[in-house]
């Protein structure tokens, strides 16, 4: 308890460290880096410590004053609506990979598994029925997805029981809705197999006193392919009668560590015999240089062991251009990732799209855009303001102004071998003889021809991923960038390929 209370006073007094210095240290203090490399069940151990790592520099990147007690709040909120992406790794022979239904979006396997098919837990026996109407919701009249959720009829009563009644339709519509919910998810777990599905559940828990009920989902299925459901084999829990035994205390370095020390000592002898051999006519300073070189040579290979990044299995299609031109800078960017000062530009041309989609539905001034974020002062403040009204002004003064698009922010996952490429399209506008993709940019246009060619493969996947979408043949599928700021259209005359991306792709991470 004593070491517990230092070791906690040391690391409250490090609260003054930037936010990303400070869970480094908080990692190392614990030994949590050390702790994961040396399970030898790992096939990646620093995965999600990396990962962690990534979206603390991206909390410290995208807020202006970070400190301990927001981000703390914002872990709170972002796990229970699940925005986090569980670190991927790729697949390997012989391993079985655990995820969320949600982190398995877009992805596939040859073989999978649903478990825990219980009804209570999947679907749930109904928590957050109560809606906006429990402590600390937002009301959802106030939520920008407010037409899609249940409606509490609160209005025009004169009675007690009337509200009562009208909370009670509420939660039942409620309840109707998380399930609806629900059903989706398990429609994304079904259709996630190649070759075969298995859908399991069980009557008994660790604990659990009273059998439990399969799930409607697990039900729905075995009656759609004609399969019955095993019978309950008995009242009283077998799991209780199971009784578990286990070493303790456990080896602190693992299972194998006594054939590896064995197997390490072995090494070691065989080294310095061979050592002596080499170096036995060699003056003794000599020989003591000669250790100092190779320990700090295995002190290196060690580093860069330690510190492999291994290839994200979801890439925006933006970034598909970067591992094309500097595959190791990106690699090296995500083995150590920096927190990133909030940039004007990148605000500006988030709020233009804004503005853009909201051109082709509800009106919405620069003004208005603006007040949604927070600028550092005045003059900043105008000068945005000034750059916005900038670019409305070049587009509407654009052919894209008068035109009606079929479709706008369409964010299309297209898989490729291993790997997953997130192509989020601007608009979609109908031609005599297909589609034409646009891609808003409020940057600059490309410097040079390499530059621009570059930028095309963004495009190139887009219209890839346009084609597998709608199953509209590629040729019919015309695209082009048009940068805002300079009221210019740039229309690539070659686009690659299925195969040529695919070619690029592979000689990139290869």
Same mark, same amino acid.
């Not at 069980?202 to 009656?223: H, I």
């Not at 493969?457 to 979408?469: E, G, H, K, V």
């Given at each position: 308890?004593r070491d517990s209370a230092q070791l906690l006073r040391a690391m409250r007094q490090q609260t003054g460290m930037s936010l990303v210095e400070f869970v480094r240290s908080v990692e190392q203090e614990l030994w949590l880096d050390i702790e994961v490399l040396a399970n030898p069940r790992r096939k990646n151990p620093m995965a999600h410590l990396n990962a962690f790592a990534s979206i603390v520099a991206g909390y410290a990147g995208s807020n202006n004053q970070p400190h301990l007690g927001g981000f703390l709040n914002w872990l709170e909120f972002a796990d229970e609506r699940e925005r986090f992406e569980i670190p991927s790794t790729n697949p390997e022979r012989g391993v079985v990979q655990v995820l969320t239904i949600h982190a398995a979006k877009g992805l596939e396997w040859d073989h999978v598994a649903v478990a825990n098919l219980i009804d209570g837990d999947f679907p749930s026996s109904g928590r957050g029925s109560s809606g906006w109407?429990?402590?600390?919701?937002?009301?959802?009249?106030?939520?920008?997805?407010?037409?899609?959720?249940?409606?509490?009829?609160?209005?025009?009563?004169?009675?007690?029981?009337?509200?009562?009644?009208?909370?009670?339709?509420?939660?039942?519509?409620?309840?109707?809705?998380?399930?609806?919910?629900?059903?989706?998810?398990?429609?994304?777990?079904?259709?996630?197999?190649?070759?075969?599905?298995?859908?399991?559940?069980?009557?008994?828990?660790?604990?659990?006193?009273?059998?439990?009920?399969?799930?409607?989902?697990?039900?729905?299925?075995?009656?759609?392919?004609?399969?019955?459901?095993?019978?309950?084999?008995?009242?009283?829990?077998?799991?209780?009668?199971?009784?578990?035994?286990?070493?303790?205390?456990?080896?602190?370095?693992?299972?194998?560590?006594?054939?590896?020390?064995?197997?390490?000592?072995?090494?070691?002898?065989?080294?310095?015999?061979?050592?002596?051999?080499?170096?036995?006519?060699?003056?003794?300073?000599?020989?003591?240089?000669?250790? $100092?070189?190779? !320990?700090? *040579?295995?002190?290196? %290979?060690?580093?860069? @062991? +330690?510190?492999?990044?291994?290839?994200?299995? /979801?890439?925006?299609?933006?970034?598909?251009?970067?591992?094309?031109?500097?595959?190791?800078?990106?690699?090296?960017?995500?083995?150590?990732?920096?927190?990133?000062?909030?940039?004007?530009?990148?605000?500006?041309?988030?709020?233009?799209?804004?503005?853009?989609?909201?051109?082709?539905?509800?009106?919405?001034?620069?003004?208005?855009?603006?007040?949604?974020?927070?600028?550092?002062?005045?003059?900043?403040?105008?000068?945005?303001?000034?750059? $916005?009204?900038? !670019?409305? *002004?070049?587009?509407? %003064?654009?052919?894209? @102004? +008068?035109?009606?698009?079929?479709?706008?922010? /369409?964010?299309?996952?297209?898989?490729?071998?291993?790997?997953?490429?997130?192509?989020?399209?601007?608009?979609?506008?109908?031609?005599?003889?297909?589609?034409?993709?646009?891609?808003?940019?409020?940057?600059?246009?490309?410097?040079?021809?390499?530059?621009?060619?570059?930028?095309?493969?963004?495009?190139?996947?887009?219209?890839?991923?346009?084609?597998?979408?709608?199953?509209?043949?590629?040729?019919?599928?015309?695209?082009?960038?048009?940068?805002?700021?300079?009221?210019?259209?740039?229309?690539?005359?070659?686009?690659?390929?299925?195969?040529?991306?695919?070619?690029?792709?592979?000689?990139?991470?290869?």
């Open positions: 308890m109407l429990a402590t600390g919701s937002l009301p959802f009249p106030l939520r920008g997805d407010r037409d899609s959720l249940p409606v509490w009829n609160y209005k025009n009563h004169s009675a007690q029981p009337e509200v009562k009644k009208s909370i009670d339709d509420f939660k039942d519509s409620m309840r109707a809705h998380l399930l609806n919910e629900e059903l989706r998810l398990m429609y994304v777990a079904v259709t996630r197999p190649r070759q075969a599905l298995l859908l399991t559940g069980s009557y008994w828990k660790p604990g659990n006193k009273n059998a439990r009920k399969p799930s409607q989902f697990l039900v729905s299925a075995c009656e759609k392919f004609a399969i019955q459901i095993a019978e309950l084999g008995s009242e009283v829990n077998p799991l209780e009668e199971i009784e578990l035994t286990e070493n303790w205390p456990l080896d602190p370095l693992g299972e194998r560590h006594r054939t590896d020390v064995e197997r390490a000592a072995h090494q070691t002898q065989a080294a310095i015999e061979t050592l002596h051999k080499k170096t036995y006519a060699i003056i003794e300073g000599d020989r003591i240089q000669q250790d $100092i070189s190779l !320990l700090l *040579a295995e002190k290196d %290979a060690a580093l860069i @062991a +330690n510190e492999t990044a291994h290839l994200p299995v /979801r890439i925006p299609a933006s970034s598909f251009k970067d591992y094309i031109a500097d595959f190791d800078s990106v690699i090296a960017r995500l083995r150590r990732p920096m927190p990133q000062p909030p940039y004007k530009q990148t605000r500006t041309g988030t709020l233009f799209h804004s503005w853009v989609e909201s051109t082709f539905g509800a009106a919405i001034h620069a003004g208005q855009l603006l007040g949604q974020a927070t600028s550092d002062d005045a003059d900043s403040a105008a000068l945005e303001l000034e750059n $916005i009204q900038e !670019l409305q *002004a070049n587009f509407q %003064a654009s052919r894209f @102004a +008068n035109l009606k698009p079929i479709d706008i922010e /369409r964010e299309i996952q297209l898989t490729v071998g291993q790997n997953t490429f997130i192509c989020k399209l601007d608009a979609v506008f109908a031609t005599d003889d297909g589609v034409e993709i646009v891609d808003w940019k409020t940057g600059k246009s490309p410097k040079n021809s390499a530059d621009q060619k570059l930028k095309t493969l963004q495009l190139a996947l887009y219209r890839l991923a346009y084609s597998r979408f709608t199953g509209m043949p590629i040729e019919k599928i015309q695209v082009c960038f048009y940068f805002v700021g300079e009221n210019k259209e740039i229309k690539p005359e070659q686009i690659p390929n299925e195969a040529e991306l695919l070619e690029l792709w592979a000689a990139a991470t290869n």
